[in-house]
């Protein structure tokens, strides 16, 4: 029997829609890194950054807001006797607030200031105080300006009533690094909070630091889960693994199926092949007949179209078209002369006597129409009911074709068999009388071309 191509449809598709997912979560994987690795600058001054109001805006925002409680000092810097309050200290809490659904991996923010202040005090993270002395940017990083010691930086200070304050004049300015130690804990910020250091600073009496202007640096950590394009590959991902589990499931069974089902065609073909060959082994001129017969009609039928099941059925029906002659006595089959006209009655009679035959056999679908129908022409002068054109069912006009055929192609009793020209021009003559010139063409071309399988082969 033939062999069917192997699809690979399903195959490409598991392995298309894999690489889709997989380039799905690569993308959602370097997006997110992208993302992470981008450094943020946002400026602060004004009301958006002293103002109590905050809209929210922004993914990050900063806040500077001094507390109401003040208290005064005398700065006497020159110890001149000055006993006059003059300045007013400030305590700034500086709100960082992470308005996102990402985590604020880090931050750092720079205070520059427009008059003279004097710090005091600051707490949780390091200030780095960048003071412009003696034309000279002078940098030095205090872990904590609470420890403060002015033996141990070269800083430029004042000091009042036994207290050091670090002097920021106009374009001086400092960079506030956060803790991450345990106590402090300002970094990370998770989504939706924020952590407050602040600094403790003098300015004249009736001033504040509100013309200062805040410079903040920060980066993002966003994870994976939080990018969309990650579960819409997870989601793919999974229904692909379970597509893939029920087509591997499905495959299984379907290839029990057809193992199943191709024993079964086989014990079918070979129970019919045996059963032909008892019927072919009547007539020793004929043996072979009915297996060539079902081969050739196998052939036609393929040029139209038929595969599959429906190809087996043809074929089984072609292979059966003969059954009927196993009534038909002995003598009469390997008669060699010319038969008389009972005779021929009796050799007419076993169409008839296969379609009684086949028309209980259940497991091919209408397998009696080839041994009924094969010698009815497409003239109508066939018999045995003298049926013509459509209303001949196809497989027997088929049948038809390859029977003649392998009659012409055969050594009788009688006659040689005929050559391939002889057998061309008696098919091509007997179009729309004999045969279905549909058919014949397409048999015509398959002999032409060399299609035909030759006795020996499946």
Avoid at 270 to 287: C, L, M, Q, V, W
Avoid at 297 to 302: G, H, L, N, S, V
């Amino acid at each position: 029997m033939r062999k069917e191509k192997k699809s690979y449809g399903a195959q490409l598709f598991f392995i298309i829609t894999l690489l889709i997912s997989l380039a799905v979560l690569a993308i959602a994987i370097i997006k997110t890194n992208v993302y992470n690795a981008a450094e943020h600058r946002e400026t602060f001054q004004g009301d958006a950054l002293f103002s109590a109001e905050d809209s929210g805006e922004g993914k990050v925002s900063v806040k500077a807001i001094p507390r109401s409680s003040t208290w005064s000092k005398v700065f006497d810097i020159k110890e001149e006797g000055i006993n006059k309050v003059e300045h007013q200290a400030y305590t700034y809490d500086f709100t960082v607030s992470n308005n996102t659904t990402d985590q604020l991996k880090d931050f750092t923010f720079k205070l520059t200031f427009n008059k003279q202040a004097f710090l005091l005090s600051a707490w949780n993270g390091a200030l780095e105080f960048h003071q412009n002395i003696d034309g000279k940017d002078v940098v030095n990083k205090v872990p904590d300006l609470r420890d403060y010691n002015t033996a141990d930086y070269n800083l430029k200070y004042v000091t009042v009533d036994g207290e050091a304050l670090v002097m920021m004049n106009p374009g001086d300015y400092l960079v506030y690094y956060p803790a991450a130690d345990a106590n402090a804990m300002e970094i990370p910020i998770e989504a939706k909070e924020a952590t407050t250091p602040g600094v403790i600073l003098y300015v004249p009496l009736e001033k504040d630091i509100s013309d200062s202007v805040l410079e903040l640096d920060y980066s993002l950590h966003r994870q994976y889960t939080s990018e969309p394009l990650f579960w819409i590959s997870v989601v793919a991902g999974a229904l692909w693994f379970v597509a893939l589990i029920a087509y591997t499931i499905t495959s299984i069974q379907i290839r029990k199926y057809k193992i199943q089902h191709e024993h079964d065609n086989k014990v079918i073909n070979e129970s019919i092949e045996t059963f032909t060959g008892f019927i072919d082994a009547k007539d020793p001129y004929t043996n072979g007949h009915s297996k060539r017969v079902a081969l050739y009609t196998r052939c036609i039928a393929e040029e139209f179209g038929y595969t599959g099941e429906e190809l087996d059925r043809v074929y089984y029906i072609a292979l059966l078209h003969d059954c009927g002659k196993i009534g038909v006595p002995d003598h009469i089959l390997g008669k060699p002369g010319r038969l008389t006209d009972e005779e021929f009655e009796v050799i007419k009679s076993h169409t008839v006597r296969g379609g009684e035959i086949l028309r209980s056999f259940k497991s091919i679908e209408k397998a009696y129409e080839g041994a009924l129908y094969h010698h009815e022409r497409y003239d109508g002068n066939g018999y045995p009911e003298k049926i013509a054109g459509e209303d001949i069912p196809f497989v027997a006009r088929m049948i038809c074709v390859a029977d003649s055929f392998d009659a012409m192609n055969s050594n009788r009793v009688y006659r040689k068999k005929l050559t391939k020209e002889d057998i061309i021009e008696e098919i091509e003559r007997n179009k729309g009388t004999q045969f279905d010139p549909k058919v014949a063409d397409a048999f015509l071309k398959l002999y032409k071309e060399d299609k035909l399988p030759k006795e020996d082969e499946e």
